[in-house]
């Protein structure tokens, strides 16, 4: 056979991305394994950048190729990047969070213009972005409908004297094809295979010119899955060693159980991710690579931790209320304890050798603002199912 003859076999080319508010990575960790290579990533806080370059100069997977920026997005250029297949990020949610004052839009830190910005300035071919799903009820819901809507149009700019309602009309009554295909969806991370309960609103636009309206991201997790590996299978329950036993959520689950019993079928896709699954190998805190004890923890009213066979409660940053917020176990004794940094860690999807230089309470801000990495994962490979992959000329290579 000669040489021109062999079959081509084409390499799938990487994505070309940037990321805004990239934290201490999670986002951008698992879009890194959903195939996406990073050309820029931006973050504001001096402690999640000194993490993420703490772990790039430690040489740790995908982290060690991140281009990791301290700056402030305002003072970005977008089109200096050139084009960019996906642009990502997590504005800051504490304009939109329970806790704080609430004032959205009127927040300061409130940087959806300018996530909205790099979208009209980088044009890529779609983007993604997450925040709290507090920004979908009632109270924010105008502003959501404003932020999809110039997504969609980001070229007409809100004038000064415009408000955001105003915005929203003259966007949507403009005449002017839409650039984008945007739509939203509320997401639980757990169905996506994160071991904690984080629930997120994503969005996803797509630009027209690639010929495809996106769809909402189906689940691969559920607990009907875990119900059955725990009390029809048993398999969970010989996965950790353990005897069948009973949760103390299984009164509430019982519907479920019998439901599930009486059809004699088991649940398609995966099971939930539980804290014991995430924590297993791990063992009790050694003092070693951030699994430290932390005392302190104890259970009052509102505060009363993660159960180990379920999935954790999301992890919080701890701006409010008391430090480190249910940022605890409730072990098999029925004792509690805190999460040390490397379990949290774990909580959120990154690997054992990813540390955390900081105090333990700077540590869990990071983890507790970080989107789970496997919520990105299937995101960014949802897209690029959406899309297709582009196939690159300069990565094809013949094989005999």
């Not at 945007?182 to 969005?203: E, T």
Request: hydrophobic residues 40%; aromatic residues 8%.
């Amino acid at each position: 056979m000669a040489a021109h003859d062999y079959p081509l076999i084409y390499l799938e080319a990487k994505m070309k991305s940037a990321e805004l508010f990239a934290g201490c990575g999670g986002l951008a960790l698992g879009l890194s394994h959903a195939g996406f290579k990073h050309s820029y990533l931006v973050e504001f806080n001096k402690e999640a950048v000194s993490t993420v370059l703490h772990n790039k100069h430690k040489g740790v997977a995908h982290i060690r190729d991140w281009p990791m920026h301290l700056q402030d997005v305002r003072d970005i250029d977008w089109r200096s990047l050139g084009a960019l297949d996906l642009v990502s990020g997590g504005p800051p949610c504490q304009p939109f969070g329970i806790g704080g004052k609430k004032l959205g839009q009127n927040d300061q830190r409130d940087m959806w213009p300018e996530a909205i910005r790099a979208i009209r300035e980088t044009k890529p071919r779609f983007f993604l972005f997450e925040n709290v799903r507090n920004i979908a009820g009632p109270r924010f819901r105008p502003y959501l409908d404003w932020i999809i809507a110039h997504l969609a149009r980001p070229d007409i700019a809100r004038e000064a004297s415009e408000s955001h309602d105003e915005h929203r009309v003259r966007l949507l009554g403009s005449g002017s094809a839409e650039d984008y295909s945007v739509i939203w969806q509320l997401v639980n991370a757990a169905d996506f295979g994160a071991a904690q309960i984080r629930h997120r609103v994503l969005i996803f636009g797509v630009r027209k010119d690639q010929g495809v309206y996106p769809s909402p991201m189906p689940a691969t997790h559920s607990r009907d899955k875990l119900l059955w590996d725990q009390y029809v299978s048993g398999i969970y329950w010989d996965r950790h060693g353990l005897k069948k036993r009973y949760t103390a959520t299984m009164q509430q689950d019982q519907v479920r159980v019998d439901r599930l019993r009486y059809l004699g079928v088991e649940p398609a896709g995966l099971p939930w991710v539980t804290l014991r699954d995430a924590l297993k190998g791990l063992g009790e805190p050694n003092g070693q690579r951030n699994h430290v004890l932390q005392p302190g923890a104890k259970i009052y009213p509102g505060h009363t931790g993660s159960l180990l066979d379920l999935p954790a409660k999301a992890l919080k940053a701890g701006d409010h209320g008391v430090p480190g917020g249910e940022n605890m176990m409730v072990r098999d004794d029925g004792s509690v304890r805190y999460f040390t940094t490397r379990e949290a860690a774990r909580l959120v999807g990154l690997p054992d050798d990813y540390e955390f230089p900081g105090a333990w309470s700077v540590s869990m801000r990071q983890l507790g603002n970080a989107v789970p990495s496997e919520l990105g994962a299937v995101s960014g490979q949802w897209l690029k199912q959406q899309i297709g992959s582009p196939k690159s000329v300069a990565s094809m290579r013949r094989v005999a």
